[in-house]
């Protein structure tokens, strides 16, 4: 009996080795599901079109290295030039009949899609912590909020889409009621997305649920960080049956298919998020309707006034959440001097309590996406070293990973009051009128978003007015959602306005169709 126990214990301990070793851990759980096996090919995931998974045929792949342990995590496919015109074609041939899918078949397939998408948030949640460093739970909330997107894109399409007009022509000087105008909205065709590292899933699906639900086709190009979330995502949209060629998923190097797509005569329409890439694709895309996020530099004005408790909460929330990886993230804190001292000790004291470390362990700051990206903010916090701010924490570094850093005087000569760290340093500027703060934030290229805190609701109103930005929140930090608010940015921040309602609007074209009726000849009595 004791022998027969050894041996169970030794084939136990064999069993767990062996799969520790040959299996990376996240790898176990989406196999072990069996859900997602037909993506991945055992060593590379696969790319898809035409409603299957497949290799390309260039035999080479694109690795993906995990921001924390900085080691190869995934791999993925790296497409040619010839299997983007293959999905193009796909694309182009499979939105036809989509179009004449009836509205409400539409939605059912996007709710369909939710609901497989949300039961496979811990998979799905999982990519996101290896490749992009996402904290655990955030990255499972990302897929929830996507599948709640995907939903609600669902619903508003049908309401929206649903509505046309109807206008008489004898509105118009010198014209009889001989004209019935009647308007209805119409797809694009071919929808291009591209979504950012940052939010790969849930800025993915809102771009894929408005194009579907308006009846068009979507071709998805995901960032190399975060393509592998985006391939499941994708999967679950696989799943819930759309036709065939109506989503594809292609992957590869930005140098080889980046412009090849974002030029490609087959698109209809691009929707980017992201950083100066987008800048250069508006450049060179051709003339179709162009919806871009393209980065920040929100700024925080805080009065005199202000409840200063609430001001530290939402910096902390605002300017430290994902380890400041977000476009609508508070990039620079313009106080009034009087309460500015306040306002820095209540900071710090929330900063000193934040935890650093990995995304498994749920670490409120983790590492930054990429070696590059932690070299960069640390050439800001350098130049802001040389030129006298004052470093509330000690900087440290190990790695990727950057403690959250609060700097105070910082001056407008810095190059941290201007350019966007995307890490976990925020500064502040002290200022000494409301005007100093609006000409600071008016003067970047910038104009995401930006907050005001004062219990003065008519200075926040003012304030808001003269703020040179598509969204001012008053009294809480910036943020995109609730994902069917109008979403925009003005100067170097973007391209049009997302929120769902928005975004089904930029997708389709307006089609007028015109009875003519012949003038009465005779009178109506
Ligand atoms: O990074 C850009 C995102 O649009 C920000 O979204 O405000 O929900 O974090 P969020």
């Not at 930005?254 to 694709?281: K, Q, Y």
């Not at 306040?342 to 929330?350: F, P, R, T």
């Not at 002290?430 to 003067?443: F, P, T, Y």
Request: charged share 20%.
């Amino acid at each position: 009996m004791i022998v027969l126990q050894l041996w169970l214990i030794l084939l136990l301990y064999l069993y767990t080795y062996q799969t520790i070793t040959y299996y990376p851990t996240d790898f176990l759980h989406t196999l072990s599901s069996g859900v997602f096996s037909e993506i991945f090919d055992g060593e590379v995931y696969k790319y898809y079109v035409d409603g299957e998974w497949k290799k390309s045929s260039s035999g080479k792949s694109v690795a993906i290295i995990n921001p924390t342990t900085r080691k190869t995590q995934y791999k993925v496919q790296a497409c040619t030039q010839e299997e983007v015109n293959k999905v193009m074609e796909m694309a182009k041939e499979a939105q036809k009949l989509w179009a004449r899918t009836p509205l409400w078949k539409r939605a059912e397939l996007l709710h369909k899609a939710a609901a497989i998408l949300k039961e496979h948030k811990a998979p799905i949640g999982e990519c996101l912590v290896k490749e992009i460093a996402k904290p655990a739970k955030d990255a499972v909330t990302e897929v929830v909020r996507s599948g709640d997107l995907i939903s609600y894109c669902a619903e508003e399409g049908v309401r929206i889409l649903g509505e046309g007009k109807l206008l008489v022509s004898d509105s118009f000087p010198g014209n009889e009621r001989t004209k019935y105008c009647l308007t209805s909205k119409i797809p694009l065709g071919v929808v291009l997305a591209i979504p950012p590292f940052n939010y790969p899933v849930n800025l993915a699906v809102s771009k894929i649920g408005p194009a579907l639900i308006a009846g068009n086709s979507l071709v998805l190009k995901p960032p190399t960080q975060g393509a592998v979330a985006c391939l499941h995502m994708v999967h679950c949209f696989h799943l819930a049956g759309f036709p065939k060629g109506l989503i594809s998923c292609i992957t590869g190097k930005g140098s080889e298919i980046g412009d090849f797509l974002t030029m490609h005569p087959g698109v209809n329409c691009i929707s980017f998020t992201g950083g100066d890439t987008g800048v250069a694709i508006s450049k060179k895309a051709s003339m179709i309707p162009l919806q871009m996020e393209l980065g920040g530099k929100d700024a925080c004005i805080v009065l005199e006034d202000a409840d200063l408790d609430l001001v530290a909460a939402n910096i902390i929330k605002g300017g430290f959440s994902y380890s400041g990886q977000r476009c609508t993230a508070v990039k620079v804190v313009l106080v009034m001097e009087s309460v500015a001292d306040e306002l820095v000790a209540k900071v710090n004291a929330k900063v000193a309590k934040l935890t650093v470390g990995p995304p498994e362990e749920n670490s409120d700051i983790t590492p930054v996406v990429s070696e590059s990206s932690a070299n960069f903010i640390e050439g800001l916090i350098m130049d802001a070293k040389e030129k006298g701010a004052t470093f509330c924490q000690e900087y440290k570094r190990e790695g990727n990973l950057i403690w959250p850093l609060f700097l105070d005087h910082v001056r407008p000569d810095m190059r941290i009051a201007w350019e966007e760290p995307f890490g976990p340093v925020l500064p502040v500027i002290r200022i000494n009128s409301i005007e100093e703060g609006i000409h600071h934030c008016n003067a970047s290229n910038f104009g995401l978003q930006g907050c005001v805190f004062t219990k003065d609701i008519n200075k926040a109103i003012l304030i808001s007015d003269a703020m040179e930005t598509g969204t001012v929140q008053i009294n809480s930090a910036p943020a995109r959602g609730p994902d069917h608010f109008p979403f925009q940015g003005i100067k170097d921040s973007g391209i049009g306005s997302q929120g769902i309602t928005n975004s089904i609007n930029m997708m389709t074209k307006i089609k007028s169709t015109v009875i003519n009726l012949p003038t009465p000849s005779y009178s109506m009595g």
